[in-house]
């Protein structure tokens, strides 16, 4: 095998390594039931809810990959490194708060996504 056939090999490798994986990320927040003038709908996040730090997500692809994070400051998030179908987790926050109800988004702890799906927002809520 010449060189050059086994060097055009190794970079469609690491370029498929590369379009294989996509990070998943999103926004842990507090979800508050109402903004001062109108009623917030719960499992959304609105613009005067501020996020959670600290809570642990852990993203488990179906070939059994492992990545874990934690919540930053402003709530913000990025599991990295899983392809395919991935649980994602969400766990550890203050044990007052709890997962807010939604009729209308998935807002359960544990979520079933596709690698590169954003916006995988989660809202604790004071009861």
Do not use: C
């Not at 990070?23 to 979800?31: A, L």
């Amino acid at each position: 095998m010449s060189f050059n056939k086994l060097s055009k090999g190794m970079l469609l490798a690491i370029i498929l390594s590369k379009v294989a994986t996509a990070d998943i990320n999103g926004v842990v927040f507090r979800d508050l039931p109402l903004n001062g003038t109108t009623t917030n709908q719960y499992g959304i996040k609105d613009t005067n809810e501020l996020g959670i730090a600290g809570v642990q997500i852990i993203g488990i692809d179906s070939s059994g990959a492992t990545a874990t994070t934690q919540s930053a400051q402003d709530g913000s998030y990025t599991l990295q490194g899983l392809s395919g179908k991935i649980r994602v987790e969400f766990s550890n926050w203050a044990s007052y708060l709890k997962e807010s109800p939604s009729n209308t988004v998935n807002n359960s702890s544990v979520r079933f996504v596709n690698d590169g799906d954003s916006n995988i927002d989660f809202g604790l809520h004071n009861p």
